[in-house]
């Protein structure tokens, strides 16, 4: 099965730095990464997720890579602010139209952003 | 919408005892999961159903039993809880349409713990 790594576990940046997060998937018939956001004690949240025909993706201060070739993905966030400081969840999958989704996650990068 | 419900909150069980989480979605999502989150180890697939009327087994299965109630109804039910079994467990949703949106909706979570 899927088997995805992230790295690294805890990164500390500060306000306005950016701050990026890799993952690496074994599964070459992977093609959806989502990246989720989960704050204490609250539920993961999708900030952006991406295909495999797609080779970037960016959403403001968040984007995504993803490299086929090497099977890996990374998240990076620009301008980091205090309220970006949570556990950020990598993911992967192979669904299908009609199917379920399912998901192999990283195992969590908690971000702390310091002013 | 409420989204997903989960109940309930927090349980606390002694070994060998059962019990069953609930979750249910008010989205119409045919697919529901349900994951268990412990430290350092990100969430894990316990089981899923991609349509009312199947379920299947994720990446950890063992101890547990899952039910698709209807089609916004899927429950978990362990039969005799082990203290392995202390965890965070979220219920998810999500529907893969014909446009690609395979984002999972996660419920807000039970914090179980076994003695």
């Known amino acids: 099965g899927e088997n995805v790594e992230q790295h690294p576990s805890t990164l500390s940046v500060q306000e306005g730095d950016s701050a990026v997060i890799k993952c690496t998937y074994s599964d070459s018939a992977s093609n959806y990464f989502p990246w989720y956001k989960q704050e204490l004690g609250k539920r993961p949240q999708l900030i952006i997720d991406?295909?495999?025909?797609?080779g970037e993706k960016k959403d403001q201060r968040i984007a995504v890579t993803l490299n086929k070739t090497a099977k890996h993905f990374s998240l990076h966030i620009t301008e980091t602010q205090p309220e970006d400081s949570a556990v950020y969840f990598c993911a992967a999958s192979n669904p299908h139209t009609g199917t379920a989704s399912k998901l192999t996650f990283g195992t969590g990068t908690r971000l702390q952003v310091t002013l | 919408n409420a989204g997903v419900t989960q109940t309930p909150k927090f349980q606390v069980l002694k070994t060998g005892q059962s019990m069953t989480l609930q979750c249910a979605q008010d989205m119409n999502h045919n697919s529901m999961y349900w994951y268990r989150q412990d430290p350092g180890m990100g969430l894990r697939l316990i089981y899923y159903s991609a349509s009312e009327g199947t379920t299947d087994k994720g990446e950890v299965p063992n101890g547990y039993n899952v039910s698709r109630l209807n089609k916004r109804e899927f429950s978990l039910r362990l039969e005799s809880a082990a203290p392995s079994q202390t965890s965070v467990y979220f219920c998810?949703?999500?529907?893969?349409?014909?446009?690609?949106?395979?984002?999972?909706?996660f419920g807000p979570g039970t914090r179980l713990t076994v003695t």
């Open positions: 991406i295909r495999s025909n797609v």
């Open positions: 998810a949703s999500s529907e893969v349409r014909d446009r690609g949106n395979y984002e999972q909706y």
